[in-house]
């Protein structure tokens, strides 16, 4: 196992972290439901025992049985052999006190005494604007100071002037971001990336694999992989292009079976920052080129269609929507569109295609002129039928 740094916390962290959201299902249950809990022990032993030491889980995965679970996997003396990383629910926050009191309840969930990294979870301009409002860096000011939390961070999901934001306002240990090879430009992207990194933040990396879509066994990209001037798995060749980039401390791997957990260890082994030559990157190039061509709806992201009056979250549903097509994936996709649109992160309001009521006004406010009514059908009628 190699390990890097981050700037500001002076331990030794794996590259190679156990990301707590896709824990094995128990039999029966769909993706993020309840937990196979002794596979889960066992997958989450075995990484520590190979070395891994930064898991990370959050206060909603598994519908709150997330933490409660990983609190058990780190029992019979595991928990003093890791870091461990969970997050505050952003978007469940409404009083200062709900702060403290999230906290206490994690720590009660968890079975310990203290959290190590600490994230703000899922930071985008609402829901830090909601919390700065509130006070949550004096909360973090003070949740350290009494020793519940060592290190602060966030987790982001919005553009880049947000992001800058929020790194300028506190002195973060890391920044968590989505980040691959498909999704340079979107998000905190390798701007912020870089951005972070000049201002002494740590960078771990989520979604390395795109929640596994890099992984699947898409016939487009078969080519390539013969082609290529080594042979590697598409896990590989995506971890090897998130770990190559030296501002990278850790990459968070969402494993679910024990045969991810073995392949991610092997790939764990040798990344160093800067190790992939010209050739290689070129067979990467070559496999975004080809996802590229395959998506379905060219929507850029940009969210000036947003907000929808009805609560639809348009670009989401494109994404999903594209995901199934490019990477040959319909049920993983499905699941997550199911899952993420369902009202839980907005208040209990559904952002699902079919809550259109073909009003017309993102039309409008597209710079892209994209018929979205027409796609929306689309996409109600491919996932929700």
């Not at 190979?50 to 049985?65: Q, R, S």
């Not at 602060?152 to 880049?160: E, G, N």
């Not at 016939?219 to 001037?229: E, G, K, S, T, V």
Request: glycine letters at 10%; one cysteine or more.
């Amino acid at each position: 196992m190699l390990y890097r740094k981050f700037p500001r916390c002076p331990h030794d962290l794996s590259i190679l972290g156990f990301g707590c959201m896709r824990l094995p299902p128990a039999e029966g249950e769909p993706a993020g439901g309840k937990i196979d809990e002794p596979q889960a022990i066992r997958m989450i032993r075995t990484a520590i025992d190979a070395g891994v030491n930064y898991i990370d889980t959050a206060y909603p995965y598994h519908n709150g049985e997330g933490e409660v679970v990983v609190g058990r996997a780190l029992g019979d003396g595991y928990r003093d052999r890791v870091f461990l990383a969970t997050k505050l629910p952003s978007w469940l926050v409404t009083s200062r006190e709900d702060m403290d009191r999230y906290l206490d309840e994690q720590l009660a969930r968890l079975g310990t005494d203290h959290i190590d990294f600490y994230l703000l979870h899922g930071l985008g301009a609402e829901t830090w604007e909601n919390l700065s409002r509130l006070g949550v860096l004096e909360f973090l000011d003070s949740a350290i100071a009494d020793g519940r939390i060592r290190y602060p961070a966030f987790s982001f999901h919005d553009q880049f002037a947000v992001f800058k934001e929020i790194v300028d306002a506190y002195e973060w240990t890391f920044a968590q971001i989505q980040y691959n090879y498909m999704d340079e430009q979107n998000q905190a992207g390798t701007q912020g990336l870089k951005y972070a990194a000049e201002r002494g933040l740590g960078i771990v990396v989520m979604e390395p694999l795109r929640g596994g879509l890099l992984s699947g066994d898409v016939p487009a990209i078969h080519q390539h992989l013969r082609d290529a001037p080594v042979r590697r798995t598409p896990s590989e060749w995506g971890l090897r292009w998130v770990w190559n980039h030296p501002e990278v401390t850790v990459a968070l791997s969402g494993m679910s079976a024990m045969a991810q957990v073995t392949e991610n260890l092997a790939c764990a082994e040798q990344d160093l920052p800067g190790s992939l030559s010209p050739d290689e990157l070129a067979v990467i190039e070559t496999m975004r080129d080809t996802f590229a061509s395959r998506v379905k709806i060219p929507c850029t992201g940009c969210r000036y269609c947003m907000p929808c009056e009805n609560g639809v979250d348009i670009p989401g549903c494109f994404m999903y929507y594209n995901q199934a097509y490019t990477y040959d994936a319909k049920e993983k996709a499905e699941g997550v569109y199911l899952w993420a649109l369902n009202g839980t992160f907005t208040g209990g309001i559904p952002g699902y295609a079919s809550c259109c009521v073909q009003c017309g006004e993102c039309e409008e406010k597209c710079p892209q002129h994209l018929p979205i009514r027409e796609y929306l059908q689309d996409v109600s009628g491919f996932f929700e039928k």
